[in-house]
């Protein structure tokens, strides 16, 4: 028997779902991943620094699988990279291979589960088998749910209900080494194309000291391991090093969920325990979209479908080029031009601030993150953007509206982080630093910040804005 596994958004050659079901399966295991132009060819840039990351990592991923084959005594083994539309490029290359089945890891986006029963059922046809696994997230779909049987719409009893079904079952990781002599070498003249091969150039990835792969999952994990401890007061600081920076990894699987997950797990202590809650909110937003597809293009709440946004094309161009005249926001839309991250407290003030100072729809500023966030994921973003505005499960209530200039007083007290990405406002003293625009003339000489010259005005008056937007959603309530 042979058969053929199929890599996505897992790319790791350990603690592998699709990887050892495959090798306990089969005599002969190829591995594939496909460079799918049907999202390639939606990307705005050839220089987007994902794609970049994915080819880094099948580099390590390939020649991880090749010495895990030679150590077990195998001939040598290696990842086939296919440049086209996945759901031709499977089905030809099992039929090439002549394997019995494909494996996968689930994905849970509704795209992806379209192109995957179509990719399932062109198998069939041909009469190769295809089975998928859970293997991102800790529990799926039905596997957590109220007492009545129905799936959770709210975090903190989702939570309670997670942290009581698990176990160690659960965070066991599925071994790949025992049966890797039956990685299967790859065909000859099979290489990695290069990323100029598939119509991109690297996007500065080694400028941003962006680690890839596997290797730089784990130095990221150990490097966080030693200060897990103390997440829980320093998570909330942009300017401090308190997160752990492994989204991107979660993100297209270099890292394994069941692995970071029980480290969190069995540590106890208030850091990890914290730490382990954000993991969880990753599942929770996974099952909402799994349940709740309707998301990706309306309210999850359908009575919010009704709130109306402001046409604001030129407000809205403000907030993404970084010239809200808001530090706060303006410093974490260069951090996320920049580097492609953005840290979560940040991700909730930007997203406030688009959809409850400007007015303008969470769609938009939910877009714009999807094409430049490095650990982009739909389900985690559309959770985001629907938890700041208001029409999500769970979510902020509306009339809660975040201050700009006191969410930076709070989490950005010096000002260090704002001054980072902003260094037009360096000289600005620390009193003036979240609003500069309340500095007096002889300020503004002095520290050679002249508003409206060296930084914007702000683009909108705060107080007004919160009143516009309690009239927007009161009206649904009324
Ligand atoms: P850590 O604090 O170290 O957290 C560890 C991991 O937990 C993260 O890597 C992530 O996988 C998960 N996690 C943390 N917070 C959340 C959350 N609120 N929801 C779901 N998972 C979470 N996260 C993404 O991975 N992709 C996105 O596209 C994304 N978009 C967001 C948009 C908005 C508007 C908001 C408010 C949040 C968004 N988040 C997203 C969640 C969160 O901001 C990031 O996961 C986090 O900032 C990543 O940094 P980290 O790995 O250092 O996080």
């Given at each position: 028997t042979s058969a053929l596994v199929w890599f996505r958004r897992d790319l790791r050659s350990f603690d592998h779902a699709a990887l050892h079901r495959a090798l306990h399966f089969a005599g002969r295991v190829h591995c594939a991943f496909v460079f799918d132009t049907a999202i390639?060819?939606?990307?705005?840039?050839?220089?987007?620094r994902r794609v970049e990351f994915i080819h880094a990592s099948l580099a390590e991923l390939d020649a991880a699988l090749d010495a895990m084959s030679r150590a077990a005594g195998g001939q040598g083994a290696g990842i086939i990279v296919r440049h086209g539309r996945a759901e031709d490029e499977i089905p030809r290359l099992a039929l090439e291979l002549g394997v019995d089945k494909v494996f996968v890891n689930r994905d849970y986006e509704p795209d992806a589960i379209v192109r995957d029963s179509r990719v399932a059922q062109r198998l069939a046809e041909a009469g190769i088998g295809c089975e998928d696994f859970k293997d991102q997230v800790i529990f799926e779909r039905d596997e957590v749910l109220t007492q009545a049987g129905k799936p959770f719409s709210v975090f903190t009893p989702y939570r309670s209900a997670w942290l009581k079904a698990a176990d160690d079952f659960q965070m066991k990781p599925y071994p790949v080494e025992r049966h890797a002599q039956r990685l299967a070498p790859k065909p000859a003249g099979e290489a990695l194309p290069s990323l100029a091969g598939i119509g991109f150039e690297p996007a500065g990835l080694a400028e941003l000291r962006m680690p890839t792969g596997m290797s730089g999952g784990r130095r990221l994990f150990e490097d966080f391991a030693a200060r897990i401890g103390r997440y829980a007061q320093a998570r909330d600081f942009p300017a401090l090093k308190g997160v752990s920076y492994l989204s991107v990894h979660l993100r297209f699987g270099t890292v394994s969920i069941r692995q970071l997950a029980a480290h969190a797990w069995r540590d106890g202590g208030d850091g990890a325990q914290a730490w382990l809650g954000e993991l969880i909110w990753r599942d929770f937003y996974h099952q909402i979209l799994w349940h709740h597809p309707h998301v990706v293009a309306r309210a999850f709440r359908p009575e919010y479908d009704g709130v109306v946004w402001d046409d604001a094309p030129g407000l809205f161009a403000a907030w993404a080029e970084a010239r809200t005249g808001y530090p706060i926001v303006d410093a974490a839309m260069r951090q996320l031009a920049q580097t492609g991250y953005m840290h979560n407290r940040l991700r909730m003030i930007v997203a406030s601030f688009l959809s409850k100072d400007l007015g303008i729809d969470w769609r938009l500023g939910e877009r714009h993150f999807a094409a430049h966030l490095n650990d982009y994921d739909l389900a985690a973003n559309n959770g985001g953007w629907q938890w700041a505005a208001s029409t999500g499960c769970d979510a902020q209530p509306y009339f809660r509206i975040f201050n700009p200039v006191t969410q930076s007083q709070k989490f950005d007290p010096g000002g260090r982080f704002i001054r980072r990405y902003l260094p037009e406002l360096a000289r600005v003293p620390d009193t003036f630093i979240h609003a500069p625009w309340t500095m007096g003339g002889i300020d503004q000489s002095a520290c050679r910040t002249r508003i409206g010259v060296d930084y914007p005005a702000p683009i909108v008056d705060h107080a007004a804005a919160r009143e516009r937007t309690l009239k927007r959603f009161g009206v649904l309530k009324a």
């Open positions: 390639l060819d939606a990307l705005s840039s050839r220089r987007d």
